[in-house]
């Protein structure tokens, strides 16, 4: 069996809700209007009563043998005129004047009349000949004693009458309240469905569950960004990458320092802090979706890659390099010219060796040798000069090698760039390592350069230095640019 949906159930729960309310409501002004009707006919039997016991025809009549006989003609003229159901005009004992029914005449009066003796004016509802009614007793004085009394009374059948007639009215305006409830309750009910998409409170729960539990499960950052540029959803992973406070959500971008990266666009690279990510930002209807990946290992890992690559081209490149060498010796050695084909193996094995030597025995840390070496190949190849200064002394530095290959490998390859020179000191000791690059080429100044996207080609996509600065920073050191010399230093882990 389907559950209700939630829209359904709001359906039946607001129309029970505005139904009670409704019936409620109208039963108390039905209650309300009955006590208002009845009030209001005490205080107008009273008014009639007060004014029939002050008028001096009553007084005159009283002194008469038969004062029925004026008196009675009397009364129903004040009763047809004011609208009361009975004026009875009595002896002090209650023996009737008056009465609507002229065989009640000379009859006891129904009801209490000890207030009224005692020269007080008074209302109740008490039963009489003529059924129940809301009555008003008052004394009639002369001479500072009672001489008479009079009553003045509404039938409560004729208040009920007046009270149906105004609950036509009321049942008119219920129903219009209900109507206009039920319409008003079934439009929100159709857009609550719209919303939920006629889920029950169960899937509901359900979704929001699994929503809330992949959100925060994924290791890559997702965020939502309004189109007022406010952070509406920030998960886990995005708050650890992007460095986040807990308060992000509801807060705008520009507040956050995150403009920049969540541009809307393709896929970029952005530094933050000491990561590399991948920022994707895709417009939709309800803002920007934003994606963020952690690139730093992968960058690292990339980095020390290209240095084996490039390592390994300049070894194919020396390898080439030397096969020609060893033609021309081999074509020397067949022209008979053999002192000349020994001394031209000989000063190119010299030269090599020499690098070799010289990288080696400088620089410990084998995968730093193997960088410089192919950098130094890769340079003549460009038609440049990479030169390892002769007082380089680097013993095992003790640092993550991978991060030693981003900072010196970014270097000299700017200065390769840059110049046609460019020459790399290295050196050591207890305190911590110092990096030197230098090039005759024309320098720059300022720490923009360490910042994402700046680069001498004009591109705007230069993210190797920035990379070196993030590294120096990882390893807790510091970084120094005058001219065309690059200064680094890093502390012993």
Same mark, same amino acid.
């Given at each position: ?6 829209? =359904? ?17 109208? #039963? &108390? ?12 006919? =005490? ?58 029914? *002229?065989?009640?005449?000379? $009859?006891?009066?129904? /009801? ?6 005692? /020269? ?31 009553? #003045?009374?509404?039938?409560?059948? *004729?208040?009920?009458? *007046? ?36 889920? /029950?409170?169960?899937? %509901? ?9 992949? &959100? ?12 007022? @540029?406010?952070?509406? +959803? ?8 992007? =460095? ?28 933050? @802090?000491?990561?590399? &990510?991948?920022? !994707? ?16 290992? %992968? ?10 690559? /490039? ?6 490149? #020396?390898?080439?390099?030397?096969? !020609? ?47 410089? +070496?192919? $950098? ?17 002394? &680097? ?14 490998? !970014? ?40 910042? $994402?996207?700046?680069?001498? $080609? ?8 920035? %990379? ?26």
């Amino acid at each position: 069996m389907r559950r209700w949906s939630l829209a =359904g159930q709001m359906l039946v729960l607001q129309l029970l809700v505005v139904a009670v309310t409704v019936a409620g409501g109208a #039963a &108390l002004a039905l209650v309300q209007a009955r006590e208002l009707l009845t009030e209001e006919a =005490g205080r107008t039997a009273s008014a009639v009563a007060v004014s029939v016991a002050a008028s001096p025809d009553v007084l005159e009549a009283l002194d008469e043998a038969d004062p029925s006989t004026r008196l009675q003609p009397y009364a129903e003229r004040v009763r047809t005129a004011t609208g009361v159901d009975f004026v009875t005009i009595m002896q002090p004992d209650g023996t009737r004047y008056t009465h609507p029914n *002229r065989a009640e005449i000379g $009859k006891r009066f129904l /009801g209490h009349t000890g207030r009224a003796l005692a /020269g007080e004016t008074f209302t109740e509802t008490y039963t009489g000949t003529l059924g129940a009614s809301r009555r008003a007793v008052t004394p009639v004085m002369a001479d500072g004693r009672v001489r008479a009394l009079v009553s #003045a009374g509404i039938t409560i059948d *004729r208040i009920s009458g *007046r009270l149906r007639d105004q609950l036509a009215w009321g049942a008119l305006i219920v129903a219009l309240a209900l109507s206009l409830g039920a319409a008003g309750t079934w439009l929100v009910t159709a857009r609550l469905r719209r919303q939920t998409h006629g889920l /029950g409170p169960v899937e %509901l729960g359900r979704i929001h569950e699994h929503h809330d539990a992949v &959100l925060h499960a994924v290791r890559e950052g997702l965020l939502l960004v309004g189109r007022d @540029g406010t952070l509406t +959803l920030c998960n886990d992973a995005a708050r650890l990458l992007l =460095g986040l406070p807990a308060d992000a959500e509801g807060r705008h971008v520009r507040e956050l320092g995150l403009a920049e990266v969540l541009t809307a666009g393709e896929e970029r690279v952005h530094l933050v @802090g000491d990561r590399v &990510l991948a920022v !994707n930002s895709a417009a939709s209807r309800l803002g920007t979706v934003v994606t963020v990946r952690d690139h730093t290992e %992968l960058q690292a890992l990339t980095g020390e890659l290209d240095a084996e690559r /490039g390592f390994a081209d300049s070894l194919r490149s #020396a390898a080439h390099e030397s096969a !020609n060498r060893l033609h021309t010796v081999i074509t020397l050695v067949e022209l008979g010219r053999t002192e000349q084909a020994v001394a031209l193996g000989t000063a190119e094995l010299r030269a090599a060796q020499e690098l070799t030597d010289r990288v080696v025995g400088s620089v410990r840390e084998p995968v730093l040798a193997a960088l410089l +070496l192919g $950098k130094s190949a890769e340079a003549a190849e460009r038609g440049s000069e990479l030169v390892i200064s002769q007082d380089s002394e &680097l013993d095992d530095p003790g640092l993550d090698p991978r991060e030693l290959v981003t900072i010196v490998g !970014n270097l000299i390859d700017n200065a390769i760039d840059a110049a046609s020179r460019a020459e790399v000191h290295l050196s050591g000791d207890e305190r911590g390592v110092v990096i030197r690059v230098s090039d005759d080429g024309p320098g720059l100044t300022g720490p923009a350069a360490f910042e $994402k996207g700046w680069t001498t $080609k004009g591109d705007g996509h230069g993210l190797g230095l920035a %990379l070196v600065g993030q590294a120096v920073r990882r390893l807790g050191g510091t970084i120094e640019v005058a001219g065309s010399t690059f200064t680094v230093r890093l502390p012993r882990s």
